[in-house]
């Protein structure tokens, strides 16, 4: 069974910084793409950032030379570092992955980490 842990949410001033880690752990072959997602009440989840196994990134607009994504491919693990926070970054983060196990490839979540800025 294939599990995303995420860690790092949690409360910081506009202007800090947070990072956020999820690591993917389970009975699997491969993981290709990995992400973060970000909903708040009322509205639609969002991509926030994504990379691929190669390394590739993208970066919603309104996050963009704030947020970095990275990952460790040997400890199967996406991290988001979150500079300048802002308010409106506050949401509920999830984080999404591609990974290919024995009955296919699936699309899996983590359970959420709340991120709070405060003004």
């Known amino acids: 069974q294939v599990q995303l842990m995420e860690s790092g949410g949690g409360l910081a001033q506009a202007g800090g910084s947070l990072r956020l880690s999820c690591a993917a752990s389970?009975?699997?072959?491969?993981?290709?793409?990995m992400g973060w997602y970000r909903q708040t009440p009322g509205k639609q989840r969002e991509l926030v950032a994504g990379?691929?196994?190669?390394?590739?990134?993208n970066y919603a607009d309104s996050v963009k030379g704030r947020f970095t994504i990275s990952r460790d491919n040997a400890k199967n693990t996406v991290y988001l570092r979150m500079n300048s926070l802002k308010p409106e970054d506050t949401a509920v983060y999830y984080c999404?992955?591609?990974?290919?196990?024995?009955?296919?490839?699936?699309?899996?979540w983590g359970q959420g980490t709340q991120v709070t800025v405060s003004s």
């Open positions: 999404n992955a591609q990974i290919a196990t024995i009955t296919g490839r699936k699309t899996y």
């Open positions: 389970g009975s699997f072959f491969s993981i290709n793409s």
């Open positions: 990379i691929i196994s190669g390394g590739s990134t």
